[in-house]
């Protein structure tokens, strides 16, 4: 085998084959590097019958002298966004995870392709380029110049839940080992708590009673109530079938089901009015309640609004908030009960509705009055 060292024959044989007292630097170097080999082999081989194992040369020698391993290459943190949604969709597939979901990771890989384009002019980088300075540049891309249906900028809790995703994201791809750091642990954003909308009993019951001429503000009106007394978001309520509604020993009604956005389960007890709605429309569709989008929903629910005199905006989301509050915490139903409906994967989600309706702080207050009085 070539060592990748030269000497002239006859230097070769004066030296007794490096074995004399070398006079000459060239010499003596190579005459270590020779000594530095044979070690290295006979260090191999000694290893190897301590261990019992079969001595092999032509192992040792692609050990020692073979070609140099090739670097890794770098996965790019598009990439890695690709790898995780295609997981994902097949979750969608399988009914495990909602298809909003899939589209909000999606969009995340859109926000880093097109922040990448803008700032480094290319279609991908490495994920180990992914530092504090791209950190805090995205950040600000994405407040203050990102486009999106010609609206320019994103909100402060949205590019926070962004940031979250993109966590989520890298975190998978740890555990695949993809890659060994989550370069997105960096940012520390946090979100600007807002009280949730919701309807208080008044202006609940002012839409129970308004009946509505127009069949589709009625139908609207009725989707809306459904989910002001289950409190199931949107995607879960449309989602709903009559494989969903279970009778207990007892007689009563309960609707069955996991959320969509979280996998957990978040089973309700049918309310009287809930009953009504889903006799209602029993066997003209496929699910409980009538399917409508949520967009066209919202701008019905803008028209409600206004022939029931609330000033407030409306969302299909309301309906929701509308259920953990006047509904149900406002009525003495326990914060841990009420998580375990909304299929809350912790109660400090649940205790920002408690906050937001300050029931004890009225309570207490009240028996306040009465010494007062």
């Avoid at 956005?261 to 003209?284: E, H, M, Q, S, W």
């Avoid at 407030?312 to 509308?322: D, E, G, Q």
Wanted: hydrophobic fraction near 35%; charged fraction near 30%; proline fraction near 2%.
């Amino acid at each position: 085998m070539s060592t990748k060292q030269s000497i002239t024959a006859k230097r070769w044989n004066f030296t007794n084959k490096l074995r004399n007292p070398l006079k000459l630097e060239k010499e003596k170097v190579i005459k270590a590097s020779l000594d530095a080999l044979d070690l290295n082999f006979e260090r191999k081989i000694n290893q190897l019958i301590r261990a019992n194992a079969i001595v092999d040369l032509h192992d040792i020698r692609k050990e020692i002298i073979g070609k140099p391993k090739k670097k890794k290459k770098e996965i790019g943190l598009l990439d890695v966004f690709d790898i995780h949604n295609k997981s994902f969709e097949r979750k969608v597939d399988a009914g495990e995870r909602s298809s909003a979901s899939l589209q909000k990771y999606k969009r995340c890989k859109s926000l880093i392709e097109a922040f990448i384009k803008k700032q480094y002019s290319k279609d991908n980088i490495s994920i180990n380029s992914v530092d504090g300075t791209f950190i805090y540049n995205l950040e600000s891309y994405l407040k203050y110049e990102s486009v999106y249906k010609g609206k320019v900028g994103i909100k402060n809790n949205s590019v926070v839940k962004y940031f979250k995703n993109f966590k989520t994201v890298c975190n998978y791809a740890m555990k695949l080992d993809i890659i060994s750091k989550n370069p997105f642990r960096k940012y520390d954003g946090k979100l600007k708590v807002k009280d949730a909308v919701y309807l208080t009993a008044d202006e609940l019951n002012r839409i129970e009673e308004k009946t509505f001429r127009i069949e589709r503000l009625e139908r609207v009106k009725n989707i809306f109530l459904f989910s002001c007394y289950t409190g199931y978001a949107p995607v879960d309520a449309q989602a709903l079938t009559k494989k969903n509604l279970i009778k207990n020993n007892e007689g009563d009604f309960w609707i069955v089901t996991e959320r969509k956005k979280t996998g957990i389960r978040a089973n309700v007890p049918v309310l009287p009015i809930t009953l009504r709605i889903i006799k209602k429309y029993d066997g003209l569709q496929e699910g409980l309640i009538p399917k409508l989008s949520n967009q066209k929903m919202n701008a019905y629910l803008k028209e409600i609004a206004d022939l029931c005199r609330i000033h407030k905006k409306l969302t299909w989301y309301t309906a929701r908030h509308t259920f953990a509050t006047t509904v149900t915490l406002g009525n003495g139903i326990k914060i841990e009960n009420l998580s375990a409906m909304m299929g809350h994967s912790n109660i400090k989600q649940t205790q920002h509705y408690a906050k937001v309706l300050d029931s004890s702080v009225n309570d207490d207050m009240d028996k306040l009055k009465a010494i007062y009085k």
